[in-house]
T-cell receptor, first 112, second 111 residues
Framework: EAQVTQNPRYLITVTGKKLTVTCSQNMNHEYMSWYRQDPGLGLRQIYYSMNVEVTDKGDVPEGYKVSRKEKRNFPLILESPSPNQTSLYFC???????????FGPGTRLTVT | EDKVVQSPLSLVVHEGDTVTLNCSYEVTNFRSLLWYKQEKKAPTFLFMLTSSGIEKKSGRLSSILDKKELFSILNITATQTGDSAVYLCAVYNNAGNMLTFGGGTRLMVKP
């Protein structure tokens, strides 16, 4: 089944404890992206990647890192999480020549 | 700064009603506009529009884009309870890499 998977789906952590949210897609998509969704603010793009080893900042990259070592994986790294990073995170992917993105199931992160 | 604004913020209707959701945008070098439906999970793709005046249709849902006035509408006819969701509008800028979302319209359809 063609899909985007994220792990973990739910995470509660403490301020300053490094964490990684994984994202993987099995559709051979070149483009992958991370979003966060907050009430009243909608979905905001954190980082995106056009292909392996090519990443760029979105609208809200502060406090996040990404890497794209393989085409199928695009992990989101929070080196020192803070409470303002409590949010619902979505990973998405698409083919480079198409515009419709396919979203993962979401990761609900709480930082205390 | 790119901006997408959706209205209304929320809407409550009864089954069988017709609804119109609005999306206006200010984007540097507009490329395309997308509509998504989000229930209690990830957004799912509905439509993509790139040209003015051409209606996209899928069953009871339809959408149209006006590039001169910088807006799009999403129509849902004969609404059903299964249409209850948040509807998201998003716009790609010129490079086609950055997708800017609106805040969404929460639609509730009552039996």
């Amino acid at each position: 089944e063609a899909q985007v998977t994220q792990n973990p789906r739910y995470l509660i952590t403490v301020t300053g404890k490094k964490l990684t949210v994984t994202c993987s897609q099995n559709m051979n998509h070149e483009y992958m992206s991370w979003y966060r969704q907050d009430p009243g603010l909608g979905l905001r793009q954190i980082y995106y990647s056009m292909n392996v080893e090519v990443t760029d900042k979105g609208d809200v990259p502060e406090g996040y890192k990404v890497s794209r070592k393989e085409k199928r994986n695009f992990p989101l790294i929070l080196e020192s999480p803070s409470p303002n990073q409590t949010s619902l995170y979505f990973c998405a992917s698409r083919l480079k020549d198409r515009r419709e993105q396919y979203f993962g199931p979401g990761t609900r992160l709480t930082v205390t | 700064e790119d901006k997408v604004v959706q209205s209304p913020l929320s809407l409550v209707v009864h089954e069988g009603d017709t609804v119109t959701l609005n999306c206006s945008y200010e984007v540097t070098n507009f490329r395309s506009l997308l509509w998504y439906k989000q229930e209690k999970k990830a957004p799912t793709f509905l439509f993509m529009l790139t040209s003015s005046g051409i209606e996209k249709k899928s069953g009871r849902l339809s959408s149209i884009l006006d590039k001169k006035e910088l807006f799009s509408i999403l129509n849902i006819t004969a609404t059903q309870t299964g249409d209850s969701a948040v509807y998201l509008c998003a716009v790609y800028n010129n490079a086609g890499n950055m997708l800017t979302f609106g805040g969404g319209t929460r639609l509730m359809v009552k039996p």
